[in-house]
C-alpha cells in the first residue's frame, strides 16, 4: 500500500518534469524495469533512490513523500 502511493506520486512527478521512463530511469542509473516497478508499486524505491530521484526532478523527499 505505502509502495503504491509512493509510486503514484514519483510518476505524477516524473511526468509534470517532462521525463519518459526511460529519459528517467537513464538519469537516475537505473533500469527501468525498476522505474516501472516502483510506479505500479511493486517495489519500494531505497533511501538513496529517494534522494537521487528528489535531486533528478529537483524536489525534496518531504515534497514527494505520499503521507498526508
Do not use: C, D, H
Not at 533500469?31 to 529517494?50: A, F, H, K, Q, Y
Amino acid at each position: 500500500m505505502e509502495a503504491e502511493k509512493w509510486g503514484r506520486r514519483i510518476r505524477a512527478y516524473r511526468k509534470l518534469k517532462g521525463y519518459t521512463q526511460e529519459s528517467f530511469s537513464k538519469e537516475l542509473g537505473v533500469s527501468v524495469s525498476i522505474i516501472g516497478e516502483i510506479e505500479r508499486g511493486n517495489r519500494m524505491p531505497t533511501g538513496e533512490l529517494l534522494k537521487k530521484i528528489g535531486q533528478t526532478l529537483n524536489i525534496t523527499i518531504e515534497e514527494l513523500s505520499p503521507n498526508e
